[in-house]
Structures are given as C-alpha cells and as structure tokens.
C-alpha cells in the first residue's frame, strides 16, 4: 500500500521519526513546498495521518502510521 503526499503548504515539512519506527518505508528528507512525497505501508494498512504546525521558526511536522481495521 502507498500513501502520496503533496505539500500545498508552501512551507517546508518535516517527517516525524516515529512514521519510519511504525514500519512506514519512506526518504525522511524534508518535504518542500510543491513537492509530493510516496510513502510505502505495510500490506493490508491505511494510512493513519496527523500533521502540527509548531510555528514559523520550527515549522510543520507529518506523521504517517500505518493502521489496521
């Protein structure tokens, strides 16, 4: 299962560590503005996706946890 983000933001994002210890297969560079990002789950999961904003100096941050029903 793949998961495809686009940053919209036109700020940049970075990814939380804890989105590549829940199995989420990824490159952890930072996404920049307009820039889309493929992240591979684990078979038979959805993406479950939380996204903070700690503000203009730190920026956004983007967790991507692989879910199951």
């Known amino acids: ?3 495809v983000y686009y940053n919209d ?3 940049d994002v970075k ?3 804890a989105t590549k210890v ?4 990824c490159d952890m560079s930072v996404i920049m503005p307009q820039e889309e ?9 959805y993406a479950w996706v939380k ?8 920026g956004l941050k983007i ?3 692989p879910q199951r029903d």
């Not at 829940?22 to 297969?25: A, L, R, S």
């Not at 990002?37 to 999961?45: E, G, S, V």
Request: no cysteine; hydrophobic share 35%.
């Open 9 to 11: 933001t036109n700020r």
């Open 51 to 58: 996204m903070w904003d700690y503000g203009e100096k730190v």
């Open 22 to 25: 829940h199995g989420t297969e």
């Open 37 to 45: 990002r493929t992240f591979y789950l684990p078979a038979d999961t």
């Open 63 to 65: 967790l991507v946890s």
């Open 1 to 3: 299962m793949k998961f």
């Open 15 to 17: 990814i939380h560590p």
